[in-house]
C-alpha cells in the first residue's frame, strides 16, 4: 500500500489519529504559506516534498540509530502546523538546512532564503503528516502506519510527500 492509502486507512480507522480535520489543516497551511509568499500550491507542495526527502532521510537514520520508538517520539514531539525551529535544529544540521533550501530552490524556482524562512513551518507541517498513523491509544509505539511506509526504503521508492498531499488536497476538496 502506497503512503496514500496509509493515510487514508488512518483517517477512516478510529484507532489512528489521522482525521480530515488534521489533512485539512496541513492543506490549509500549506495554502497559507503559498499565499504569503505569491507562489501558487502546487509549487509550496513541491517545497513540502523536497523538505519532505530530506526528513525521511534524517528519520530513517534516526531510526536506524535509536530505534522506531525514538523515531515516534520525534515525530510526536514536533509535529503541528505553527513555526517551530527546534522542529527543523532536531532534524538538520546547519549545513543541512542550507543544503534543503538550495534543493527546493533549484526544483521550484522560489528564493532558497525565503525556503529557508519557511523551514520551520513545513518540517512540523511534514511531521503532523506522519502522526496521522500513530495509534490513539499508544502514540509513542512503533504501530505507526503512515510513518512507516513513509521510511520504508526497501520498497519501490515510489513514496513522495508532495504526491500524497496533493492527493489528500483534491480528497477533503481543498
Same mark, same amino acid.
Given at each position: 500500500?502506497?503512503?496514500?492509502?496509509?493515510?487514508?486507512?488512518?483517517?477512516?480507522?478510529?484507532?489512528?489519529?489521522?482525521?480530515?480535520?488534521?489533512?485539512?489543516?496541513?492543506?490549509?497551511?500549506?495554502?497559507?504559506?503559498?499565499?504569503?509568499?505569491?507562489?501558487?500550491?502546487?509549487?509550496?507542495?513541491? $517545497?513540502?516534498? @523536497?523538505?519532505?526527502?530530506?526528513?525521511?532521510? #534524517?528519520?530513517? /537514520?534516526?531510526?536506524?540509530?535509536? *530505534? +522506531?520508538?525514538?523515531?515516534?517520539?520525534?515525530?510526536?514531539?514536533?509535529?503541528?502546523?505553527?513555526?517551530?525551529?527546534?522542529?527543523?535544529?532536531?532534524?538538520?544540521?546547519?549545513?543541512?538546512?542550507?543544503?534543503?533550501?538550495?534543493?527546493?530552490?533549484?526544483?521550484?524556482?522560489?528564493?532558497?532564503?525565503?525556503?529557508?524562512?519557511?523551514?520551520?513551518?513545513? $518540517?512540523?507541517? @511534514?511531521?503532523?503528516?506522519?502522526?496521522?498513523? #500513530?495509534?490513539? /491509544?499508544?502514540?509513542?509505539?512503533? *504501530? +505507526?502506519?503512515?510513518?512507516?511506509?513513509?521510511?520504508?526504503?526497501?520498497?519501490?521508492?515510489?513514496?513522495?510527500?508532495?504526491?500524497?498531499?496533493?492527493?489528500?488536497?483534491?480528497?477533503?476538496?481543498?
Amino acid at each position: 500500500m502506497g503512503l496514500f492509502d496509509q493515510i487514508l486507512g488512518a483517517v477512516s480507522n478510529p484507532n489512528q489519529q489521522g482525521s480530515l480535520g488534521q489533512l485539512g489543516n496541513i492543506i490549509n497551511t500549506v495554502n497559507q504559506l503559498s499565499n504569503q509568499t505569491g507562489t501558487n500550491p502546487s509549487t509550496m507542495q513541491s $517545497v513540502v516534498g @523536497v523538505v519532505g526527502n530530506y526528513v525521511r532521510s #534524517a528519520l530513517q /537514520q534516526k531510526q536506524a540509530t535509536e *530505534g +522506531n520508538e525514538a523515531t515516534q517520539a520525534l515525530v510526536n514531539e514536533y509535529a503541528g502546523t505553527s513555526s517551530n525551529p527546534q522542529a527543523v535544529n532536531s532534524l538538520f544540521s546547519p549545513n543541512i538546512q542550507q543544503q534543503v533550501a538550495q534543493v527546493a530552490s533549484q526544483h521550484t524556482g522560489l528564493d532558497a532564503g525565503t525556503i529557508q524562512q519557511l523551514l520551520p513551518v513545513i $518540517v512540523p507541517l @511534514v511531521l503532523n503528516f506522519l502522526q496521522s498513523g #500513530a495509534n490513539t /491509544q499508544n502514540p509513542q509505539g512503533s *504501530g +505507526n502506519s503512515v510513518l512507516n511506509s513513509f521510511l520504508d526504503a526497501d520498497r519501490d521508492g515510489d513514496v513522495d510527500i508532495a504526491d500524497a498531499m496533493q492527493l489528500m488536497s483534491q480528497y477533503v476538496g481543498r
